[in-house]
């Protein structure tokens, strides 16, 4: 079995990156589904489990996956839930013994004992704001500092949630096996290149 996780800074195309290589290799691809499974297992709305599992206020918790989670007064917490919830939906997928390509979730340091392929994907300012700026609806008309200001929110987000998860930075090369900078590139551009990276690693 292959999996293949994609942690990325917000607007680098990471998500677009992964299902792209996902579909090229022939691998499942997990992104939304996630969130899916962990509101039909919780029989809460799925953008009700995105809005709880993007608001990280949990973390000022003294609890960890690290440690035990003893207390019943911290298990209560629906956010903590949830987040328990999508790691165990995470575990399943990976017990299912398919090659795959899990996007963000921190399934990468969740998921260590199956040693994936971990790849982060990030890209310059002005490329994350122009790609951010393509994909916006008509409704989504944010100035370049509103955009700065909700890039910043959920990377810093994201940080906190992987140090609260396994105590590692988020974005550290160490981390990574490979680290994909998307500046002046067309995602699609990039897939054959990274597809066989990885599996060229696969096949050592």
């Known amino acids: 079995m292959k999996i293949i996780t994609i942690s990325?800074?917000?607007?680098?195309?990471?998500?677009?990156?992964?299902?792209?290589?996902?579909?090229?290799?022939?691998?499942?691809?997990?992104?939304?589904?996630?969130?899916?499974?962990v509101a039909k297992n919780s029989g809460l709305d799925p953008?009700?489990?995105?809005s709880r599992?993007?608001?990280?206020?949990?973390?000022?918790?003294?609890?960890?996956?690290?440690?035990?989670?003893?207390?019943?007064?911290?298990?209560?917490?629906?956010?903590?839930?949830?987040?328990i919830e999508q790691k165990k939906v995470i575990e399943e997928i990976a017990a299912l013994g398919k090659d795959c390509v899990i996007v963000g979730r921190n399934a990468d340091v969740l998921l260590q004992t199956y040693n994936p392929f971990r790849i982060f994907v990030c890209a310059e300012t002005e490329a994350k704001l122009r790609r951010c700026r393509e994909r916006a609806s008509g409704r989504e008309a944010f100035s370049d500092k509103e955009l700065l200001r909700r890039m910043k929110e959920i990377d810093r987000a994201r940080a906190k949630t992987r140090e609260f998860l396994s105590g590692s930075e988020w974005g550290d090369r160490n981390a990574y096996h490979l680290t994909v900078n998307t500046s002046d590139w067309a995602i699609k551009a990039l897939v054959p290149a990274v597809a066989d990276f990885a599996s060229a690693w696969f096949e050592r």
């Open 8 to 37: 990325r800074e917000f607007g680098s195309g990471g998500r677009e990156l992964g299902k792209r290589l996902a579909d090229r290799l022939g691998f499942d691809y997990y992104d939304s589904e996630i969130i899916s499974a």
């Open 53 to 83: 599992l993007e608001d990280h206020g949990w973390q000022n918790f003294p609890v960890t996956f690290r440690g035990t989670l003893g207390s019943s007064a911290y298990m209560q917490a629906s956010k903590v839930q949830l987040l």
């Open 47 to 50: 953008h009700y489990v995105t």
